[in-house]
């Protein structure tokens, strides 16, 4: 199979998306948007917490964050998937590695080790940004800045300044919690993901 800029496919050959479906795809992506940009912000509350809990000093983890976030660069081994198994798979894994980092987090960071690898790994989920590619290849030309735009809006949904408070204040959780609340959170939006499709441009582009 040869290789096919997705940009070349003509527009007339893509079937397009009933408004219902196109509603639902962006509030999904936006769902999944904001799983991305809560894990990405999140350290920053649950920073003091976490030098408390394994009682080392800022530079510390700062130096532990530049050792393990090496495995960031090696980011293009998840996105290479979208060209290979599909968006729709893609993405139920992209959701699948927040969501377990985020339980893992919560269930096995007994030490900062554990914690970092974790981390780490939801850190690397948060850095793809695939959520943009559904939304981008099945809005008609005319509305795709709008359509993409408004999943990003759904995806600036200050979450790490609401939750925390009822964790800690309210429910009297563990700081861990923070991170362990995208673990429920993933539940919802796998049961949303079956009801996504392949997009109509990656299967012209695997035909």
Do not use: C
Request: no cysteine; charged share 15%.
């Amino acid at each position: 199979m040869s290789a096919i800029d997705p940009e070349e496919i003509s527009e007339t050959k893509i079937k397009p998306r009933n408004k219902g479906y196109l509603l639902y795809l962006i509030i999904f992506m936006g769902l999944v948007a904001l799983m991305d940009q809560y894990l990405s912000t999140i350290k920053t509350t649950a920073l003091p917490y976490i030098l408390s809990e394994y009682k080392i000093t800022p530079t510390q983890f700062s130096n532990l964050e530049g050792f393990f976030f090496i495995l960031t660069f090696f980011i293009f081994l998840l996105n290479s998937l979208v060209d290979r198994i599909g968006r729709k798979f893609s993405i139920a894994l992209l959701v699948l590695i927040m969501g377990l980092a985020s339980l893992g987090i919560l269930l096995f960071s007994h030490t900062i080790y554990w914690f970092m690898i974790m981390y780490t790994l939801a850190i690397y989920a948060t850095v793809s940004n695939m959520w943009t590619i559904p939304i981008s290849e099945e809005s008609p030309t005319q509305n795709r800045a709008k359509y993409v735009a408004l999943v990003y809006i759904i995806g600036l949904i200050p979450l790490q300044a609401l939750l925390p408070p009822l964790i800690i204040n309210t429910l009297h959780l563990s700081w861990k919690w923070m991170y362990g609340v995208m673990s429920l959170f993933m539940l919802p939006l796998l049961v949303l993901w079956f009801f996504m499709k392949e997009t109509n441009r990656f299967n012209l582009i695997k035909q």
